[in-house]
C-alpha cells in the first residue's frame, strides 16, 4: 500500500488513521502506523519505532546524497558528455560524407563534360566534313549550268552568222559540259553519323553505382547484465580456406579517358587485421600483424599457415633480393631476419620448419622508419631504407632523412644518400619503394596534415611531388596515402584512406584515373609483375592488376575514327 504521511509541524499523521500520529514503522508493508494500526491491519507484522526508522532514513539520506555528488552526478554528467560529442562527432562524418558525395558528382560531371564536349565536337566534324562535300558538288553542278545556258544562248542567237572556228569550240564546249565526271558530277550519298547509347546504362539503377550510396549505421545495444560467455576467438587459422566470389572483388571507377581497368583477380578473409603485406611471388606473400602468415592463392584455394608470433610491434617491411622476409621493429635499431631450420621440402607450406627472427643489420643509431626491395640496376644492393634519428612527432619532426642500401655482399659498405629538407620535401616519412632507375617514391604521413609523396632520382634530386601545393584544392580535398609504388611501365599508384581512393599517376606526376574501394583499407604491396595487394581493416585481403586491354582498344578506335574523319575531310 503506498504510504502518504501527512506533516503536522513535526508530526507525522498516521495514513490510515487521520486523528492518529504516526509511531512505528511497518518493516513488512514499507508503511508508518499508529498504534491503532498495531492492533489491527498490521498485526504480528515486523516493525521498528518511528525515530530509529528516522535516524536511519537520515544516515540513508546523507550518505545517498554524498554518493550522488561523488559518483552517480558526475557519470551521469559524463554520459551527456558524450553523447553531446557523440552527436557532434556523428553530424562532422556526415558532413564530410556529403562532402564527398558532392566531390564525387562533382568529378563523375566533370567526365560527362568532358565526353559530352567530345561527342558534339565528333558530331560537328562530321556535319562540317559532310557539308564541304556537298557545298564543293553545288558549285560545280551550278557553274556547268551557268556554262551549258550561256552556250545555248549564244549558238540560238547566232546560229546564221556563227564562224567556222566558233562552231567547232561551241560544240565542244556544249558536249564536254553536258558530260557527266564519274568523280565529280555524281550526287555525294554520305551515311548521317547516328549517335548511339544503351538506355538502360543511365537508369538509376546503374548509375548509383558511379555515385555511390549509403550504408546504414549502426549502435551498440546495452549488454544484458547477466553473465556472457565469450567465444575463444584463439582458434586454429591453419589450413584451407575457401576464395570468396561476390560482386564486391571489384571496385567501382569513375570513367575517365583512356582508362585502365582495376580489377580483383583474388580474394579471400582472414579472421585477423593485416598491417603489412609482402609478396613472395606472383600470388604468394607473408601477412603480418600480430603473426607472421604465409599465404599461396595461386591455385583455386586460397591456403594460409602461421608460421610466426610476434610479440612486438613491426613497424615495416620487406623482402631481400634472396626472398628473404626482413622486417623493423618499432623502437628497435635493427633489422630482423625471418630464418628457419628443419625441413625444408619442395612444398610452400612444408613441415618440421622452425622459424625464428635473427638480426639482420644493427642500425644504430638510427631507426628504419621504412624500406623495401632495392631494384636499382646501378646499385649492387639488397634492400633500401630510410632511416631517422627519432621517429616523427609533433615535438620531434623529422629532418634530412637518410636512404641507405644494403650491399647483397654484407662485406661491403653500404651506400648513404642524406636527403636535404632544403631541396626535397619529404615530412614523417612512412612508406618507401623503388624502381629499377634507382628512383624512389617516399610517403610523407606528418601528424594532422595533408599526405603526399615525393618522387626523387638515384641521386636524391626531387623530380616532382603528388598533389601539387594547390591552395583550392588542399582546402577542398584531404589525402591520407598509406601506401605508393611503382608499375612496371613507370606509372604510380597510390592508396588513400579519404575517400577509399586508388591514385593512378603517370610519370610526370599527372593524375590518370581514381578507383575507389568498398571497405576502408589498411595497408597496400606492390608485386613483381604489379600485382597489387590490399588488406582491409575488416580483414579482407585483395589482388588488383590494371587491365591494358581496355586502353588499348579504345586507341585503337581514336585511331580509326580520326582516319575516317581524314578521308571524309580530303574528299
Not at 615525393?454 to 582546402?475: C, S
Request: charged share 30%; glycine share 4%.
Amino acid at each position: 500500500m503506498a504510504q502518504s504521511p501527512i506533516q503536522s509541524n513535526q508530526f507525522i499523521i498516521c495514513p490510515e488513521h487521520p486523528s492518529e500520529y504516526a509511531r512505528f514503522y511497518c518493516e513488512d508493508d514499507h508503511v508508518m502506523i499508529c498504534d491503532d494500526c498495531i492492533v489491527g491491519s498490521h498485526c504480528g507484522h515486523k516493525k521498528i519505532k518511528l525515530k530509529d526508522y528516522l535516524s536511519n532514513k537520515r544516515q540513508h539520506l546523507k550518505q545517498n546524497a554524498k554518493n550522488s555528488r561523488d559518483n552517480n552526478l558526475p557519470n551521469i554528467q559524463d554520459a551527456l558528455e558524450k553523447a553531446l560529442k557523440g552527436k557532434t562527432d556523428f553530424n562532422n562524418s556526415v558532413d564530410k560524407q556529403l562532402e564527398r558525395v558532392k566531390l564525387r558528382r562533382e568529378m563523375a560531371k566533370k567526365a560527362f563534360d568532358e565526353l559530352q564536349d567530345e561527342l558534339v565536337q565528333d558530331f560537328e566534324s562530321a556535319r562540317n566534313a559532310a557539308n564541304d562535300e556537298f557545298d564543293r558538288f553545288s558549285a560545280r553542278q551550278r557553274s556547268r549550268i551557268n556554262l551549258i545556258q550561256e552556250t545555248i544562248q549564244i549558238v540560238e542567237s547566232r546560229n546564221l552568222d556563227m564562224l567556222d572556228t566558233e562552231v567547232v569550240s561551241y560544240d565542244e564546249t556544249l558536249s564536254s559540259s553536258m558530260t557527266d565526271d564519274p568523280y565529280l558530277d555524281v550526287p555525294p550519298t554520305i551515311q548521317p553519323p547516328r549517335y548511339q547509347c544503351q538506355d538502360d546504362s543511365v537508369q538509376k539503377g546503374k548509375l548509383q553505382t558511379i555515385l555511390g550510396y549509403m550504408e546504414s549505421g549502426t549502435y551498440a545495444e546495452v549488454a544484458a547484465v547477466d553473465f556472457q560467455r565469450r567465444h575463444n576467438v584463439d582458434q586454429d587459422r591453419n589450413g584451407e580456406t575457401e576464395e570468396e566470389n561476390g560482386s564486391d572483388s571489384c571496385p567501382e571507377s569513375i570513367v575517365v579517358e583512356d582508362k585502365r581497368d582495376f580489377l580483383a583477380v583474388k580474394t579471400f578473409k582472414r579472421t585477423d587485421k593485416v598491417s603489412h603485406i609482402i609478396p613472395k611471388q606472383s600470388l604468394q606473400a607473408w601477412l603480418i600483424h600480430s603473426d607472421i602468415e604465409e599465404v599461396d592463392c595461386s591455385s583455386g584455394m586460397v591456403k594460409t599457415k602461421i608460421i610466426k608470433t610476434i610479440e612486438e610491434r613491426p613497424q615495416c617491411a620487406t623482402r631481400n633480393n634472396a626472398n628473404e622476409l626482413i622486417i623493423g621493429m618499432w623502437n628497435k635499431k635493427s633489422l630482423k631476419q625471418l630464418k628457419y631450420s628443419g625441413s625444408f621440402g619442395f612444398n610452400f607450406f612444408a613441415r618440421n620448419r622452425n622459424y625464428t627472427l635473427g638480426t639482420y643489420k644493427n642500425t644504430a643509431p638510427l631507426q628504419a622508419v621504412c624500406l623495401c626491395t632495392c631494384k636499382s640496376a646501378s646499385v649492387n644492393g639488397d634492400i633500401t631504407v630510410c632511416l631517422v634519428e627519432k621517429p616523427a612527432s609533433d615535438q620531434n619532426p623529422v629532418k634530412n632523412p637518410i636512404i641507405r642500401r644494403y650491399a647483397n655482399d654484407k662485406t661491403q659498405l653500404e651506400s648513404d644518400l642524406v636527403l636535404s629538407e632544403d631541396k626535397v620535401d619529404i615530412e614523417a616519412p612512412a612508406y618507401l619503394s623503388e624502381n629499377t632507375k634507382g628512383d624512389l617514391c617516399i610517403v610523407s604521413c606528418p601528424e594532422g596534415k595533408a599526405s603526399w609523396i615525393t618522387i626523387t632520382d638515384e641521386n636524391g634530386i626531387m623530380k616532382f611531388k603528388y598533389p601539387e601545393t594547390d591552395l583550392k584544392v588542399a582546402n577542398r580535398i584531404d589525402y591520407d596515402f598509406i601506401g605508393a609504388g611503382f608499375l612496371s611501365d613507370g606509372t604510380i599508384t597510390v592508396l588513400d584512406r579519404i575517400g577509399f581512393r586508388q591514385h593512378l599517376i603517370d610519370k610526370e606526376g599527372m593524375l590518370l584515373q581514381i578507383d575507389t574501394h568498398e571497405n576502408l583499407p589498411a595497408c597496400l604491396a606492390i608485386a613483381p609483375n604489379d600485382h597489387v595487394w590490399i588488406g582491409f581493416d575488416d580483414g579482407h585481403v585483395k589482388v588488383f592488376t590494371y587491365r591494358n586491354e581496355y586502353t588499348e582498344v579504345s586507341m585503337k578506335s581514336l585511331k580509326h575514327e580520326k582516319q575516317k574523319r581524314k578521308a571524309v575531310s580530303s574528299v
